[in-house]
């Protein structure tokens, strides 16, 4: 759907901090708000442009970016970009635009990005982040995950945002960013939030932000070990996405969840992408989270912490799942 009907379908595409205000008018910078104006600011602003295995990143900082440390937040970006080359072995897009916008705060702020006039990413500095803010941030690897799989109708954006949700830690440990107990801390805490309520039906047309990110990684974790068992290890849901990156060029086309679970289905040489979808697009499925995270040999104990059981029945497809 090119156009503004394309850009309406995609408005919904940013990262879960979205409690955070925008304040960057109190500095003098425009919000841009509307994304032809995001658009505009990366073909007329002067730019930095960043090389990535495959791709090539426009970094341009909003109006000057005034008060940003600029090495800090190119090195920020940078560190992002390898994590997601990582996980799809290239930079998802061959050309992608980041249009950084300061504001006022110590951490990374919202961000979202769209794909109907060119990849792109909007994303809100506070000028006083720490390097650290910056090294802890998950927000701009999850907004450039989304930049590999095609643009799909608003009925599936809990695919698009699981799968984000589900792709940006392995991503970071795949880069040796964070480590891989960290991925599963994550998941035992996250995955929950995405469960059904009773009166829940089908994920398609779902609205509700737990399970927009958590209920679809899930999803994609279900996916994985479904992918894992069919093939006998031989492949992985990793496979799947790369094939859909690579037939689709990424964020900047349209297609429908049919398709793209088709695309992954023949990368992996069997039908689990699309009857796995198909169960959870129309029907209301609860997942026994215990159950799971116990099959894959992770368990939380009695003070918060995670204990890994390495003789549990997955516990080989959670090691490689994080493995380079």
């Known amino acids: 759907m090119p156009g503004l009907d394309r850009r309406g379908m995609i408005l919904g595409l940013g990262a879960a901090a979205v409690a955070l205000t925008t304040v960057a008018g109190a500095i003098g910078i425009p919000s841009y708000d509307d994304p032809d104006d995001m658009y505009a600011a990366l ?36 560190r992002a970009a390898t994590a997601v080359t990582a996980y799809f072995d290239r930079f998802p897009v061959r050309d992608y635009g980041l249009l950084v916008i300061a504001q006022r705060g110590d951490r990374v702020g919202h961000a979202t990005t769209f ?36 643009d799909l109708p608003r009925r599936a954006l809990w695919l698009q945002e699981g799968n984000a949700t589900y792709v940006e830690p392995i991503a970071r440990a795949l880069a040796r960013q964070i480590p891989a107990s960290e991925v599963w801390r994550q998941a035992v805490l996250g995955m929950p939030k995405g469960e059904p309520g009773p009166a829940d039906a089908g994920m398609d047309g779902t609205h509700a932000w737990g399970r927009l990110y958590w209920g679809g990684a899930t999803f994609w974790l279900l996916a994985e070990i479904a992918v894992d068992q069919a093939s006998k290890g031989t492949r992985s849901l990793r496979d799947a996405l790369r094939r859909i990156n690579r037939e689709s060029g990424g964020n900047i086309v349209d297609w429908t969840a049919e398709q793209m679970m088709a695309v992954g289905d023949a990368a992996i040489g069997q039908n689990i992408l699309s009857g796995l979808y198909a169960r ?11 159950e799971l995270f116990d099959r894959l040999g992770i368990r939380l104990d ?9 003789m549990a029945p997955l516990a080989d497809l959670r090691r490689r799942i994080t493995a380079a």
């Open 280 to 290: 959870f697009a129309e029907t209301r499925i609860a997942t026994d989270l215990p």
């Open 43 to 78: 073909r007329a602003q002067p730019a930095l442009s960043l090389a990535e295995r495959g791709g090539t990143i426009r970094l341009v900082f909003a109006d000057g970016a005034p008060l940003l440390d600029r090495e800090r937040v190119t090195a920020w970006v940078r």
């Open 115 to 150: 794909g109907y006039a060119g990849s792109a990413t909007r994303i809100h500095v506070g000028t006083d982040a720490t390097e650290q803010a910056f090294a802890e941030d998950w927000v701009l690897i999850h907004e450039m995950a989304h930049t590999a799989l095609p």
């Open 302 to 310: 009695a003070s918060g912490g995670l204990r890994f059981d390495d």
